[in-house]
């Protein structure tokens, strides 16, 4: 197997599926929708770089194709800098099972600043780290999370 140089697997029990206000942002079709809702899982491989990205959180499909602002909307830098600060508070709370849901914080994140991720994966990664704060009720910075 290829070295891997990101992952990130997030599974979750749904405690309480909390369906969002109104969607917005909404270039897609209801039925495009409708089928963002049955696949829970994102991935993403980059041969070249060789690292993957696995995220499995039901919704979160959904989310990005209904509330996320759309790509490039962000610049890469913004997002690669906001996910620094994201990745060292998540990766500190994974470190403190005690303080910190075990359940929500299951894996650290290896995200090194030096490496070119490329932009669809910075945009991925920083809408999971906003749905995540905005569905789990939790605050990874000092920004408050919002789309």
């Known amino acids: 197997m290829k070295n891997i140089i990101y992952i990130i697997s997030v599974v979750l029990v749904a405690l309480g599926c909390h369906t969002s206000k109104t969607?917005?942002?909404?270039?897609k079709p209801p039925e495009q929708l409708e089928a963002l809702k049955q696949?829970?899982?994102?991935?993403?491989?980059?041969e070249a770089v060789e690292y993957e990205i696995i995220i499995i959180?039901?919704?979160f499909n959904f989310?990005?194709?209904?509330?996320?602002?759309?790509?490039?909307?962000?610049?890469?830098?913004?997002?690669?800098?906001?996910?620094?600060?994201?990745v060292i508070e998540w990766n500190q709370r994974v470190l403190q099972p005690g303080?910190?849901?075990?359940?929500?914080?299951?894996?650290?994140?290896?995200?090194?600043?030096?490496?070119?991720?490329?932009?669809?994966?910075?945009?991925l990664l920083y809408n999971y780290f906003i749905y995540f704060q905005l569905t789990y009720n939790q605050r990874l910075g000092p920004f408050v999370p919002r789309i």
């Open 57 to 59: 959180e039901p919704g």
């Open 23 to 27: 969607p917005h942002h909404n270039s």
């Open 99 to 123: 303080r910190y849901n075990s359940n929500l914080y299951e894996m650290q994140i290896d995200y090194q600043p030096d490496i070119d991720y490329g932009y669809e994966v910075n945009y």
């Open 63 to 86: 989310w990005v194709a209904s509330r996320a602002k759309p790509r490039g909307f962000y610049s890469q830098s913004f997002l690669e800098n906001r996910n620094q600060l994201f």
């Open 39 to 46: 696949n829970d899982t994102v991935k993403i491989v980059n």
